[in-house]
């Protein structure tokens, strides 16, 4: 939506997914989960610095990637974004790639567009295209995504990570995370950037956990591959650092 959103009247709630932007220092968008009675439904623009040990967030600008479908709109849970990625493509516009959840028989989605207007305080989303993350009879979760993150391959090509989860409707679980890669995204000359399925690979398997974040390798940590989190909901949450599975 072309037209200034702000947050001080609405205080952003169910925030579920972040990234960098590239090129851009210090600049990061935050997304929440989706509308709720109508509200909500942005991605925040935001600066984030840190000085003398204490980081200070400042609010930018924020926009909704998706249409309110009426006044009292609320997001299906299958059509909630869990995760957001962002990219450069060889014009050096900026693309976000968005990942839908999923749920029971509704797939996971990948979503992505380009992002303009971020100088001049309104930013604008516009799709591209979609795809599903998974075929049904591949699903390994009761939701397909609950993160995204891409690990660069090569100047144009990323690999998808992931993580499904079941068990996420029960306060005490039981849960169970996979995380896999469902292909890649590879940015062709004549065709923009496109998904390049395979069937899922699976990388690590936790049982009794909710994985909900996934980042960069831990720095500390010799041999990380990725940091998780979790949100285990009445059992609160850890985070780990991922190691090779042997």
């Not at 996934?214 to 990380?224: D, F, H, K, L, V």
């Amino acid at each position: 939506m072309a037209y200034p959103l702000m947050m001080t009247n609405m205080p952003p709630i169910d925030l579920e997914a972040v990234c960098t932007l590239p090129q851009r220092k210090d600049e990061i968008l935050i997304a929440e989960s989706g509308f709720v009675d109508g509200l909500y439904g942005r991605i925040f623009h935001m600066r984030l610095k840190e000085k003398k040990d204490k980081w200070k967030g400042t609010f930018l600008s924020a926009l909704r990637p998706f249409p309110r479908k009426d006044a009292t709109y609320s997001t299906p849970k299958a059509e909630q974004i869990e995760g957001m990625a962002c990219i450069e493509n060889p014009e050096d516009q900026i693309i976000v790639i968005l990942a839908l959840r999923g749920e029971n028989n509704t797939p996971g989605m990948l979503i992505w567009g380009t992002l303009e207007g971020l100088d001049e305080g309104l930013p604008v989303f516009t799709k591209l295209t979609e795809a599903k993350l998974l075929d049904d009879e591949h699903s390994l979760g009761d939701r397909d995504a609950s993160d995204l993150y891409l690990e660069k391959k090569s100047k144009m090509q990323w690999r998808i990570w992931t993580s499904a989860v079941d068990g996420a409707g029960e306060d005490f679980g039981p849960f169970r995370s996979v995380i896999y890669s469902p292909g890649s995204l590879k940015w062709k000359d004549n065709e923009g950037l496109q998904f390049i399925q395979t069937e899922p690979a699976v990388g690590w398997t936790r049982e009794g956990l909710k994985i909900e974040a996934m980042a960069e390798p831990a720095e500390r940590i010799t041999g990380s591959v990725f940091s998780i989190g979790t949100e285990d909901e009445a059992l609160g949450g850890i985070w780990q650092p991922l190691l090779p599975e042997k």
